[in-house]
């Protein structure tokens, strides 16, 4: 609780400090939601998916909030300050000690935190920002975490020309300076280089980034990382698309170790269209994987699943089951994060007034690549179903509903023969304030 009225505080002095300053302008904005669920069979770590005979796995049911705010200093036309801080995140409740917020035992101890903090500086040269800066979301949803980073950055104002512009950045992944070593580089540094192309249809970048990740002394692992992105709209139509690129190596220091090969691949194009109050679209989605990790290839695109922002299947891709998704469990996602992932969705949103939307969607996805460990296991993750709505109580308060039905597939076959795969279902509700 002293956090809580420390930070509070802080932000009241802020404010106060700004109400008098005529030279500093001040605002705020964010959101508080409170959220129920309920999985039909888990065990507080994300899904149970196989059930050993005779046994009857646990379900899980519980309550969780986030409040987030989100305030900007303008100190004057050239310098800005911006922040993100948290002061509970996917918060469980029942789970405050001593009356202070603890956040869930997945994420990071203690739950208030400054999420984001970061300064912006308008230079002769170029827009610059310094700082803990938004780090998970480019391009469209796919591969997007919730994620920040340590980052200089530079938007080139010679670099830029009509829809053309470029941004630069460096990021500090870690930084080993106290820890005591005979080294002269520990650290993992990322050097990135955007170029973007942007009209009133078209939304367009590539991304090139090069990560020098040396904290393992025993060898040096150089990992590149290629993005192009396209969202286009016409009239009623509207397709998205990105695709990515993993190459790289490591080089062990020891003669008799294999070096590895990065190389991996993950892509997902969406099309759709809007008819008055029906929105319907088809997305495809691909993340390698890798059936031997100890081989001389590194092929899993990911082995934290397809993002956290990237949800268009409550179960595969939510957030409530740790498959594809880690934001709240992650029990299963390095395992389907390794083998990778096929799916098909056919979705449709539908506007029945100014206050109530409708959703649903169908999805059949499949594992890239299965472990040739398990003889019982096929490559299919199953078929799944959801519905949802959402109904706008207010301007800025919103309740949602969501169902979703996963048919589990062969992929979930436990190593014996009387071992049987659970089927899935989830039920949410939401209740989502902002401001």
Known sequence: ?????????????VAGLASTAGAVEFKMSGHYMVEGAYVSDAAGTGLDLTEPAGADNASDAYWLHTFEIKPTMKVNDKISMMANIRLADDTFWGNQANGDLQQNASNMGGDVSVWHLYMDYSSPIGKMRFGRVPGGAYGTAFRDADGRGDRVMLWPSFLADGPWSTLFYIQKN???????????????????????????????????????????????????????????????????????HFFGEVDYDAAATLDPDYDSWAGMIQVGAKFDALTPSLMYFYSQGDDNSADDELNAASSSGTGDLFEPLYILTGRHTGMLNNDLFSGHTATLGNSGVHAVVAAADYAVSKELTLHGAIGWAKADEVSVANTLQDDEYGWEYNVGAAYKLLDNLTYEAHFGYLDTGDYFNGNTTVDTTNNIYLMTHSLTMTF
């Open 1 to 13: 609780m002293k956090k809580v009225l420390s930070t509070v505080a802080a932000l009241g002095l």
């Open 174 to 244: 870690t930084d080993n300076f106290q820890v005591a070593t005979g080294e002269s580089d520990t650290d993992s540094d990322t050097y990135v280089a955007r170029l973007y192309y942007k009209t009133d249809n078209l939304d367009s970048g590539i991304h090139y980034g090069y990560t020098n990740n040396m904290t393992n002394l025993t060898r040096a692992d150089s990992k590149n990382e290629l993005t192009a992105y396209g969202k286009y709209k016409m009239d009623n139509v509207f397709v998205n698309a990105e695709l990515t």
